[in-house]
């Protein structure tokens, strides 16, 4: 299903009881891709904190049809997860992809209670003016949040987000097992995240290749899927959004 030029409704907060809980979950299960985790205990834990969150969804939607979410953005301190089993296994999973330079690094971040994941999934076609939003949305509700709520008063920020590799990068560049690859990102956001990320690291997806945007090129010439962990600190977060609003409104 693609995503409709509009209008929108933007909703602040997740609330499962509109049906928010599958639209939620089939995002996380595409960014989440080569993760071993409960996909769907991850979604309920975010519907249950939904202090920092925003939904993006259709407004024109007629009675009896299914209510899509396009679009999630949120804020999750790992202390908010009740289940310590299963945030332990979605932690040691993301340690099993860093190579072994970052693996200590990771493994403090991952374990202080002062770390978050910022969520951002969405369709890979919406609106750059509707992505825009989403991060205004977050910087206002966060700082407000900091200020009420000490779980949200966290140092650094993990951000799961979709990246490829283009066929030539693959072809040129020869690496170990555990060596981090070369990415590309799709969206501007992304790129400015991760010039200021303190760590990063990817692996690749392997059922999802990406066709190539230069439509002079052969339709063989596919893109690989990844995904990649951007830790970036919570303050040079905050700094960078309105520059990423500023270049995602003036692209769209």
Known sequence: M??????????????????DWDGVRALLDGLVKGLTLDVGNFSQTLIDNYKVGTVIKG???????????FAVASILPLSLFSDSAKLKQLTTS????????????????LSSPDTA???????????????????????????????????????????????????????????????TPSVQYEGADLSILSEIATHSFSWKVTDETLAPMDTTKRAEEVSQGYRTVLVVSTDRFLKSVDKIVEILSSDS
């Not at 602040?12 to 049906?19: D, K, L």
């Not at 407004?59 to 979410?69: C, H, K, L, Q, S």
């Not at 003016?129 to 949200?152: H, V, W």
Request: proline letters at 5%; hydrophobic letters at 35%; charged letters at 30%.
């Open 2 to 19: 693609g995503v409709p030029s509009g209008p929108f409704l933007v909703s602040s907060g997740i609330n499962a009881e509109y049906g």
């Open 59 to 69: 407004a024109d939607i007629e009675e009896g049809e299914d209510d899509p979410v």
């Open 94 to 109: 993301l340690l099993s992809k860093c190579d072994a330079d970052t693996t200590g690094d990771i493994d403090k971040i």
């Open 117 to 179: 994941f910022l969520l951002n999934a969405k369709f890979n076609n919406l609106p750059l003016q509707i992505t825009a939003q989403l991060y205004k949305a977050l910087k206002m509700e966060l700082i407000t949040e900091r200020r009420e709520n000490a779980s949200y008063n966290v140092r650094n920020l993990i951000m799961l987000a979709k990246s490829f590799q283009e066929p030539e990068q693959g072809r040129k560049v020869k690496r170990s097992k555990h060596a």
